[in-house]
């Protein structure tokens, strides 16, 4: 039993050093994703459950966003 | 892999505050103007409209947009160039080519489809389709790009002569372009003044090409220091 332990431990912290890696990694791409979808395309829904109707009536995102939607290129109204 | 994902978040922050600093001087001047022509018109046509948000909130949410952005398109750079390049071979090279890659897919391809438009321009009404329709260039971009990197690499591997890799790739992008005018064009009225417009539109692809710059030219940088480490210190070889 006694010269078990080292050798789990040794193959434990790289698999979970690693997973913690990978999941860093796949929270970042989903986080720039909604970040570029806040700035670029939406028009009230990733606010609307939080703020009801309002938030596609007002567009808080769209309208502090504006002009870098415009000058980046995005469609705007 | 997190080595490269802190190198793309620094590098999309020094691309998003490049492109962020350059539209704030230069480019809101300008969409001021045409924002201050949109309220006359508007104003003439006795329409009331209610701003969500002041000038100059808009200003300092300008600032917000192109930093997140910038640290958007530098986690994405990061990710992929994780995934794409294991060992540090030519850091500088691979950084701007990804760079050129992302600033052709995301940002000309759209652009020469369809240009970038001052406020004041746009239909309310066609904000889903134009969206839709921006959206599918930005796809049409990517795979154009993913392309050309595999024509690239497969040529290289092939052994075949720079100038007709070259000339394949050109050949790629040229047809990705052309593939963008399939889609329908935008036929919302523009309502502002043509020399307003395109010195907007200048600025607008002058922006979007700092930002690329930016995030390629610092990832590119930081790879290099990283190898200049390694080859002037082999005991740090372990630690990377």
Redesign the interface.
Known sequence: MSFEQPSTQVLVRPIAKQAI??L??IG??I???V??Y????D?GQLLSPVLGKVAST???LH??????????????? | ??TS?KRG?LSGAVGGAL?GAF?YLL??PV?DQAVALEAARQRAAGEHTV???SRS???V??L???L??G???G??YG?VHGLLHKDGADPWGRALRLAGGGFFAL?LV??IR?P????GV???AT??S??HL??VTLVIGLVGAVLAGLVARGLLERGVRACLRQLAVAGVLLGTVGLTFVLPPNTDEIAVPVGLVWQ?RL???T??AL?WAGLGVTFGLLGERAAATVSSDPRELSAL
Request: hydrophobic fraction near 50%; glycine fraction near 6%.
């Open positions: 890696g990978t860093v990694t970042a791409v986080l720039a994703l970040t570029l806040a700035v670029f395309l028009q007002a567009n808080y309208e502090l966003a504006h002009d870098g939607r415009h000058l980046l290129g995005a469609p705007c109204h | 892999m997190l994902l978040v492109a539209g480019a809101e969409m701003d969500t948000f909130t808009q200003h949410g300008f917000f947009a192109t997140a952005v640290l958007a398109f986690v994405l990710v940002a759209p652009f369809y970038s438009n001052p406020p746009g239909d309310p904000i889903d134009r969206s921006w959206t907007f600025l607008s692809l922006t979007l930002l």
